[in-house]
Every structure is written in C-alpha cells, then in structure tokens.
C-alpha cells in the first residue's frame, strides 16, 4: 500500500498528458471526420478520390508508425521542422481518428434515404441547413454506438504516446515499475484506464439514452 501511494502522485502528473491529448483529439477529430465523411458522399470524383487514398493509408497502417514519422521523419524532410512532442502526438492523433470518424461518418450520412434530401429541397432549404437540420442529427443518432466504439479505443491509444518521450500514464508506471522493481505501479496503470474507459462508457450510454427518444 505505500509503494501504491508512493507512486500515486507521478501517475496522477502523467494523467494530464493522457486526458489532454484525449480531448484535444476528440474536438478536433469529430468534426473533422464529419466535413471528410460528408466530402466522401459528394459527387466531385476527384475529392472522393483523394478522401478514398487518405482514408486507405491511415486506416491502413499503424497510429504508432504515423507518430514516428510526424516526430522523427518531418525534421529529416525539411530541415528546421521539429515539432513539440505533444504536437506532433496530437497532429498524428487527430489524422488518425479523423480518417476513422469520417468512415463511420460516411456510412452514416448513406444510410439517409434520398427522399430526405428532396424532401428539404421541396422545403427550400440550402444545402448547409439541409445537411446541419435535416441529416446531422439522423446520422448523430445512427453512427453514436460506432463513433463511442472508437472514442474508446482512444482512450487505451493515448498510452502509445511515452514512445516519443511524453510522460504519460504508461510511461509513468513503467518508471515506477523499473525504479520499484514491483509490479505494482502497473497494475494502477490498469485501474486508472479501467476508470477513465468506465466513466466514458457510462457517458456514451447516457448520451444514447437521451437520443434514443424513439423507443
């Protein structure tokens, strides 16, 4: 139990990096994902294309190799170019999660029948307030499980961070756990994720209860 309190504090200092790349990530990436998700349904090709191979490369590799070459391989390619930490964390982290949301965001915005969109064309509405009155909070509805799904796995994703040197949760409990010589400062780290998923899982319900007005 000392050792547990003993540890406690540094855990709590690498928590902050945690949470704040969690939110930052979050603000950023949602909309995002949604302007790229509604830029994959449009009908210029040559958008769609270049949506179609961003989506491809990110989802296609590892967010651990993304941070690396933001981190390391920007500053070999232009010289001058290195980045904070925590930037280049969060600029691989929002390109990450956008290309993610605007899948799931894309699925979302097709799955709308086409009668909605003549419907609110009959009615005089632009495309802006079409989109922001008439789709949005039908695809809010039907993509909320999916986007909480990733919003999850966010969560656990930020302990890749201590890989470029921030000081995270993880990388706060290895520390301890290679000063300590226990396996104590790790097992903390376990029930500080488990928290944090647990408190995000009980707010994605809540949400999907006030929004699942229909049943």
Do not use: H
């Amino acid at each position: 139990m000392d050792l547990a309190i003993k540890v406690f504090p540094s855990l709590f200092e690498g928590l902050k990096t945690t949470l704040s790349l969690f939110g930052w990530t979050l603000v950023l990436s949602l909309p995002l994902g949604f302007l790229v998700g509604l830029g994959a349904t449009s009908r210029f090709k040559p958008l769609r294309w270049l949506i179609d191979v961003y989506t491809w490369v990110i989802r296609g590799t590892p967010l651990l190799l993304q941070m690396f070459f933001i981190f390391f391989g920007l500053p070999l390619l232009s010289e001058g170019l290195v980045l904070d930490r925590f930037v280049a964390a969060l600029i691989a982290f929002v390109i990450n999660y956008t290309a993610y949301y605007a899948e799931i965001f894309r699925g979302g915005i097709q799955a709308i029948p086409q009668g909605q969109y003549e419907g609110a064309k009959v009615l005089g509405l632009s495309k802006v307030q079409t989109v922001m009155t008439i789709v949005f909070p039908q695809v809010f509805k039907i993509i909320l499980p999916s986007v909480g799904n990733e919003i999850i796995t966010l969560v656990k994703d930020t302990s890749l961070v201590y890989a470029v040197g921030l000081s995270d949760v993880m990388k706060a409990g290895k520390t301890a756990m290679t000063r300590e010589v226990s396996i104590i400062p790790l097992i903390e780290v376990m029930l500080f994720y488990l928290v944090l998923t647990g408190i995000v899982t009980l707010v994605l319900r809540s949400i999907e209860k006030r929004v699942n007005y229909y049943q």
